[in-house]
């Protein structure tokens, strides 16, 4: 932690203003494609910033509700234009901040564009539902009412899409945010919240404040003044979130990755997927929830498979995710990459076989920075510790099967249930793998990482709280029925 001029520090946003921590002190957020490199610094908050964080959005929530869904669409209309207009400034401040590739970035950014238009179109749609009454004379029907002060922690892997997925319908329903994000990329989360300051909400609606989750983010659940916690992060973490708010007695709602498995039956298009398989486990150097961790393929065609797997695993280039060409960036921090690699080790121990890949990339244009190359283990079995646990990298387990039955079982055998995909040409299979398998999202002859802003996104088992978000499945997250009686 240093001491900075003011010109080089993100502030936080508190009750309309940009404001620097009582601590005055900053902590510094690295490129991880040129390592030493600073991309900024953002504050090392203290509680009682955070305490004026909540103040000013405990005291702004009546008026925000009263302002009416309508009006309150109009303002994420406005966000969603200022976001365009900085739609390659953000991309490439993202990409030096958590590794991601540029086209990546603008892609995700995109999605944040849309996320927010979407739910702006909230604004005008029904909030509640006219219901017969045993009266007669009586008119009842339901409304939809506003949590009050809304916590959002948010993850380093998506800066962009997952705290404006949170952010947005949480203000279309009436809410005032406090937003917590993750610190490694918090410079790309200061520029999204700059494009809210601009559209003028009134103020204390939104609040951003940094620091560590240790503090700050458990200071935040813990204030009596919260109404309810979004968080996306870590299973360690999030049963932390939802045991603090067990004990408060207020809403949460967690996502906290996946164990995500892909089963290529006999039949299926092995081009079609070895083309998803690698896009869905080494896209965003496999840091995502949804990304392909375990391939379970059945024996007649695993060595075929295989082949053109490896093949086309060996052809992907890795470097900095600035430069044209570059399809897989570097870990997104010096801890993620020591976990990647301490995994591959792992495999090895258990006795799996390292078909390709998993070295630290050497040499001048590489030097100490956080490359590995993507690593396909073979041989797994189903208990092996590269087979249960997320590893969050770029990092695929093999496992063989004699059937679809064997295969879902294998899918199933893990304590996650977030995503999974079947590639198959047979309608059986797919009938029989949408019924039984354990996951949230099902995704059919399509990579496991997919997520369609206007549908639900949530998991099953330990990979989800069960509250869905995105889509209209959002709303009955961030707001509680109230049902009206009316007697002349």
Not at 102 to 113: A, D, Y
Not at 317 to 337: D, H, K, Y
Not at 393 to 422: H, Q
Not at 426 to 450: K, P, T, Y
């Amino acid at each position: 932690m240093k001491t900075l001029s003011k010109e080089k520090i993100c502030k936080n946003y508190i009750n309309n203003e940009w404001v620097a921590s009582e601590s005055q002190e900053t902590i510094e957020s690295f490129d991880p494609a040129r390592k030493g490199t600073v991309v900024g610094y953002v504050q090392d908050s203290t509680t009682s910033d955070l305490d004026k964080a909540i103040q000013s959005a405990h005291l702004a929530k009546k008026t925000w509700r009263k302002i009416g869904q309508a009006e309150r669409g109009q303002f994420l209309y406005k966000v969603a234009n200022l976001l365009e207009g900085k739609l390659d400034e953000i991309a490439e401040t993202m990409t030096r901040e958590m590794g991601k590739t540029l086209p990546e970035s603008k892609g995700e950014t995109s999605r944040g564009i849309a996320i927010l238009r979407y739910y702006a179109g909230e604004g005008m749609r029904k909030e509640g539902d006219v219901i017969p009454s045993s009266d007669k004379d009586a008119l009842m029907f339901t409304k939809r009412a506003p949590l009050g002060v809304v916590g959002v922690i948010t993850p380093w892997n998506f800066p962009a899409a997952i705290p404006i997925w949170k952010i947005a319908p949480a203000l279309v329903y009436g809410n005032t945010v406090v937003f917590k994000p993750a610190t490694e990329a918090a410079v790309t989360a200061a520029k999204i919240v700059e494009c809210f300051a601009e559209a003028g909400l009134p103020g204390g609606v939104l609040n951003f404040i940094t620091g560590s989750g240790s503090v700050i983010g458990q200071a935040l659940i813990d204030h009596p003044l919260l109404n309810a916690v979004t968080f996306t992060g870590s299973e360690a973490v999030g049963e932390g979130v939802a045991k603090a708010a067990t004990e408060r007695g207020i809403k949460f709602q967690l996502e906290m990755g996946g164990k995500n498995p892909v089963i290529i039956t006999k039949d299926a298009d092995i081009a079609r997927a070895v083309e998803g398989v690698i896009s869905g486990a080494f896209r965003s150097t496999g840091q995502k929830c949804t990304a392909t961790s375990r391939v379970i393929v059945e024996s007649s065609i695993y060595d075929a498979f295989v082949k053109k797997l490896v093949e086309e695993t060996e052809n992907i280039t890795v470097g900095n995710g600035l430069i044209e060409g570059v399809w897989m960036g570097p870990c997104a921090s010096e801890r993620q990459f020591n976990t990647v690699r301490e995994y591959i080790e792992l495999g090895k121990r258990e006795g799996a076989a390292l078909i390709t890949g998993g070295e630290t990339i050497t040499g001048e244009e590489y030097e100490k920075e956080f490359y590995v190359r993507p690593a396909i283990f073979g041989g797994v079995k189903p208990d092996m510790k590269i087979a249960q646990e997320e590893i969050f990298g770029p990092v695929i387990a093999l496992l063989r099967v004699n059937d679809l039955e064997e295969a879902i079982k294998v899918a199933n055998d893990t304590r996650y249930g977030l995503s999974a995909s079947i590639y198959t040409s047979n309608i059986s299979a797919v009938l029989e793998f949408i019924d039984e398998i354990d996951a949230g999202l099902v995704r059919i002859n399509a990579e496991s990482a997919g997520v369609e802003l206007q549908a639900p996104f949530g998991g099953k088992k330990a990979s989800s709280s069960g509250a869905r978000e995105q889509g209209q499945a959002a709303k009955e997250f961030y707001t509680a029925i109230k049902t009206i009686f009316i007697k002349g």
